[in-house]
């Protein structure tokens, strides 16, 4: 979700957005038109890219978009149908993070090799790069990026904390004082639980798959550490009292309503207080996820789209094109300004319009190149299930038991035994 931005923001953008746009000439009605599938964003700046990439192309094409729900099941379960039927009119299609392994084994997305996979990789975050490469690789251009930030109340703590356990020891402090103090975490029995898990997983130095043998790895060690700190929360006086359920924009509302001190979530929370809580941000501060390991930076989950070309379009070549112009570094900076999507390209960072919409930007760049991502294989969705499942309620983990039932479940997920 996206908070809206100020009506004069709104103004200048939309100028400049008209000034660009008209570059390149008209687009003719003949030209072959282009679908784009992508969700629905909320501030048109997907479509005023489509828009922009036509009037660029001329003749050569025309980019319409082709809107997907906003939910990523569904726009996963629409895509997948189509691409299992080979449906040519799939030529351009943004992909989740997660979606790259599971699309690329099925051959349903065209693979970018040479030359210009070099430069993409020499150019993007790394991260970027890893969510947007199946087997070594690059099946999808990397498009818009994202982690999880911790965001602190300055009025509460002089400095954010480096580790979880002290997060939750000065939590309880500021409870005992009767200050606020709740920490906004993803507690529901979906995605966010299980990138909850993989982020304190590898920010301890484990991973859920094993990158050399595609199978379970989760190490007793930093696995029980990472349950250890869900359970700690979960059964703290700082746990949201709706935990069980509490999705990203669940935290946001509870920060916004000034009932939290701490509150780890992804970067579209800053224009969402400025508009909706402007007290609460001006006490807002920003800094890299918390620690598991002291002596460990942390690894947060990456998040983002891949643009990817559909195998079956009848216009391999212009959909390339239009994938290319999409992620240009114009069209990123334009995507970060009026849709609050951090871009991939990792120069930008330090470009004065992305720190004046982004002003952590500095700190998103440090999260982002040391992101870890989702465990890669294309049975993903299983996997994530099998998280979800063994985790939920989050007071309810029991580290020495659930370790061995992770380990079966993921197991199962990756030899297709059942569904879960």
């Not at 979606?99 to 996979?117: C, I, Q, R, S, T």
């Not at 709706?242 to 924009?249: G, H, I, Q, R, V």
């Not at 559909?310 to 992620?327: K, N, V």
Request: proline share 7%.
């Amino acid at each position: 979700m996206r908070s809206p931005i100020p009506a004069a923001g709104l103004l200048a953008l939309t100028a400049f957005a008209l000034t660009v746009s008209g570059c390149g000439g008209e687009v003719q009605p003949d030209a072959p038109v282009l679908h784009w599938y992508v969700f629905r964003e909320g501030s048109g700046v997907f479509r005023t890219l489509a828009e922009r990439c036509s009037r660029q192309a001329g003749d050569r094409y025309r980019l319409e978009i082709s809107a997907l729900p906003v939910e990523a099941d569904q726009q996963r379960t629409q895509l997948a149908r189509r691409l299992a039927a080979r449906d040519p009119d799939i030529d351009v299609l943004a992909m989740d993070v997660i979606w790259v392994p599971e699309f690329a084994e099925a051959g349903w997305v065209l693979d970018w090799g040479g030359p210009e996979a070099d430069r993409i990789r020499a150019r993007s975050l790394p991260s970027a790069v890893e969510s947007s490469t199946w087997q070594g690789t690059l099946h999808a251009l990397p498009f818009t990026s994202n982690a999880q930030l911790l965001w602190y109340r300055t009025d509460l703590v002089e400095e954010p904390p480096r580790t979880w356990d002290r997060m939750i020891e000065e939590a309880e402090a500021l409870a005992d004082a009767g200050k606020p103090h709740r920490i906004q975490v993803q507690g529901a029995r979906y995605e966010g639980l299980a990138v909850w898990f993989n982020s304190l997983l590898a920010s301890a130095g484990g991973s859920v798959i094993a990158t050399e043998t595609g199978s379970v790895d989760l190490p007793e060690e930093e696995t029980k550490g990472a349950f250890r700190i869900m359970r700690r929360l979960a059964t703290s006086v700082t746990a949201p009292s709706n935990l069980a359920t509490a999705t990203e924009d669940d935290g946001r509302l509870a920060f916004e309503a000034g009932t939290s001190a701490f509150m780890v979530n992804y970067t579209y929370v800053w224009p969402s207080a400025r508009e909706n809580a402007p007290e609460i941000a001006d006490a807002m501060g920003w800094a890299r996820y918390p620690r598991v390991d002291p002596d460990r930076p942390s690894r947060v989950t990456v998040g983002g789209l891949n643009l990817g070309v559909g195998a079956y379009t009848r216009h391999p070549e212009l959909a390339r094109e239009a994938a290319r112009c999409l992620r240009s570094r114009e069209h990123q900076l334009l995507a970060a300004e009026r849709g609050g999507l951090p871009p991939t390209l990792e120069a930008l960072y330090a470009h004065p319009r992305i720190r004046e919409a982004f002003p952590f930007a500095g700190t998103l760049r440090e999260t982002l190149r040391a992101a870890s991502v989702r465990p890669q294989t294309p049975a993903y969705s299983d996997v994530s299930l099998a998280i979800q499942r063994t985790l939920h309620p989050v007071r309810s983990i029991r580290p020495e038991r659930d370790l061995e039932t992770l380990r079966a479940r993921i197991d199962d997920a990756l030899q297709s035994r059942g569904l879960l």
